[in-house]
């Protein structure tokens, strides 16, 4: 047999297993059932009598609102990746009674709020959806403070909003400098694909490994049995793993492009001493850019400071909206 003959048998050969393989790589994942939750706690329980729906653009947004009217201003909490509403619980009670209208929300796949697959979750769009759920507020104006993943939506929302922003606080701010690859975005349009790994989120995130994650975030033992509720309840509503999904697709669009120097509100940034999660180095990168810019190292604290250390948090950002002009 020639050697034309050969490499023609090996690629028929390798031709019939791939054509052998392709019902069970199109098949098989939709054979599998999804996971479910190891627990589950209806929407309305999660619901604070502060908080509310909003609809913005057909999805169903989840925010809160605390502090009087009139109010010496208004600070809106953006949270970080798989946080909510519920990591701002010892940050609000305390700036709403230093007089602040203070506005938290659950982006979209995130909490309470809409889930899909289909929805744009690029920080960018996420900057939107801030600036809509402010006009749906009445809001003109604002303190924003970003906790992680939400300092990038937030400075996205500087970039476009400038006129809508007072000052700026970063909490343990994960910044994407750098260009990131599109190709699991690519391979996530590919119905079989998503739904594989559909199946692996929902049965791989459980209420245990969430409990790790947070121990792995915070320097602090303050990771109790509620507080992995807390999370773990918001995180497992309604489509979540598509939504998951859908960040993975769209995360090669949350980088910053835009000069960091062009912000010209005061802004500060925070950092606990011991996060192992946003480094140092991944801060150092960004922090002194700013034109109107400040750091503090909050001691004996993790990635999670408004939850680590609470008190120390909220007085380094009382004392910046005082500066600022609150």
């Known amino acids: 047999m020639g050697a034309f003959a050969r490499r023609h048998r090996r690629l028929a050969i390798l031709l019939y297993v791939l054509m052998a393989l392709l019902p069970v790589v199109l098949v098989v994942p939709y054979l599998v059932p999804l996971g479910r939750p190891d627990t589950e706690v209806p929407l309305e329980d999660l619901v604070t009598a502060n908080g509310r729906f909003v609809d913005i653009d057909g999805m169903s947004i989840y925010i809160e609102e605390h502090g009087p009217r009139p109010a ?12 909510s509403t519920f990591s701002w619980r010892h940050n609000v009670p305390f700036f709403a009674g230093e007089g602040y209208r203070v506005i ?8 309470l709020s809409h889930k899909d697959f289909g929805s744009d979750y690029s920080h960018p769009a996420q ?3 801030v600036a809509d759920v402010l006009a749906e507020l009445d809001v003109e104006q604002a303190y924003i403070v970003g906790h992680s993943m939400g300092t990038s939506v937030m400075l996205h929302f500087a970039h476009a909003y400038p006129e809508m922003v007072l000052g700026l606080v970063s909490a343990a701010g994960a910044v ?4 990131r690859s599109a190709f699991p975005g690519v391979l996530l349009r590919f119905g079989p694909f ?12 459980t ?29 497992v509503t309604g489509d979540w793993q598509w939504s998951l999904l859908g960040m993975t697709r769209d995360m090669h669009r949350n980088t910053i492009t835009f000069p960091l120097e062009d912000i010209a509100v005061p802004t500060t940034v925070l950092w606990g001493e011991y996060d192992r999660v ?14 109107k810019g400040e750091f503090h190292l909050i001691q004996d604290a993790g990635h999670l400071p408004m939850e680590e250390r ?4 909220n007085e380094l950002v009382l004392a910046f909206l005082e500066t600022a002009g609150g």
């Open 176 to 179: 994407e400098l750098g260009e």
């Open 310 to 313: 609470p008190e120390r948090f």
């Open 278 to 291: 946003v480094k140092r180095e991944d801060i150092d990168e960004w922090k002194d850019r700013f034109s």
């Open 127 to 129: 900057a939107e959806l």
């Open 72 to 83: 010496r201003g208004t600070i809106v909490l953006l949270h970080g990746f798989g946080g």
């Open 207 to 235: 209420k245990e490994r969430a409990g790790v994650v947070l121990e792995d975030s915070t320097h602090h033992d303050i990771v109790t049995g509620e507080v992995v509720d807390g999370y773990y309840h918001r995180i």
């Open 194 to 205: 998503r739904r594989a790994a559909g199946v692996f989120l929902t049965r791989f995130l």
């Open 104 to 111: 938290s929300l659950d982006m979209k796949g995130f909490g």
